[in-house]
């Protein structure tokens, strides 16, 4: 495995737009469900539990191992807002832009989501699987951490005692998702729909989703 490719794939500085969105958490802190680091941690696990692990994840492991436009196609129908489809949308054609930049073929499809494009560069440097999972997961965490940082706002020594907690799971989820059977997968997370679509309106924030 080349770790420093999996390291640049999963690094913040990634030039795909990740940090301008923060996929309902902004909507949440709206609204108050978010007001602190205990809360913070809370939304973020809640949101990893019931829709990364149980979707995303999975999704993305059959990417990895069997590449199929399915795939692709039920994640993007799996978004619940059009703000959360725009974003994984966005995200997977910016990928799939430096990755042609970088000598990777593109993928041949209409719209790319974003774990279908981290897929495809996976493969494509012989990167282990689960070690890819891990680290798409980790840099989720990432983002939505430092989304708290900047909206709710939490200072660095939260948001590193908040990637401690919550990152000692991702070995775990990453090894439930690979086993999980397709008829299992779920993204039942209604509040983060219903705040989602009003984050559409909201009048004041930072950002995108």
């Known amino acids: 495995m080349s770790l420093p490719k999996l390291l640049q794939l999963a690094s913040p500085t990634l030039p795909v737009g990740a940090y301008s969105y923060s996929q309902g958490l902004e909507a949440a802190i709206e609204a108050g469900v ?4 205990a809360s913070a941690q809370s939304w973020i696990g809640d949101v990893l539990e019931h829709s990364v692990a149980s979707m995303e994840a999975p999704l993305l492991s059959r990417m990895i ?4 436009a399915r795939w692709n196609d039920l994640f993007l129908a799996s978004r619940e807002t059009a703000e959360l ?4 949308v966005q995200m997977g054609y910016s990928l799939a832009n430096l990755l042609r930049s970088l000598g990777i073929d593109s993928l041949e499809l209409d719209e790319i989501s974003f774990p279908m494009a ?3 560069a996976v493969r494509h440097w012989g990167i ?3 070690q890819a999972l891990v680290a798409y997961l980790w840099a989720w ?23 401690l ?6 070995e775990a989820i990453a090894e439930r998702a690979a086993a999980l059977p397709e008829d299992e997968f779920a993204n039942y997370t209604p509040r983060l729909g219903i705040l ?7 009048y004041s924030r930072l950002f995108r989703s």
């Open 141 to 163: 965490l990432e983002n939505q951490v430092m989304a708290a940082v900047k909206a709710v706002p939490l200072g660095q020594t939260d948001a590193q005692k908040m990637l």
């Open 85 to 88: 489809r725009a974003e994984t």
């Open 118 to 120: 981290f897929a495809h």
């Open 128 to 130: 282990d699987p689960r």
């Open 34 to 37: 978010v007001t602190d680091a």
């Open 165 to 170: 907690a919550l990152g000692t799971g991702l």
């Open 196 to 202: 989602s679509s009003l984050h559409e309106t909201q």
């Open 65 to 68: 191992e069997r590449p199929d």
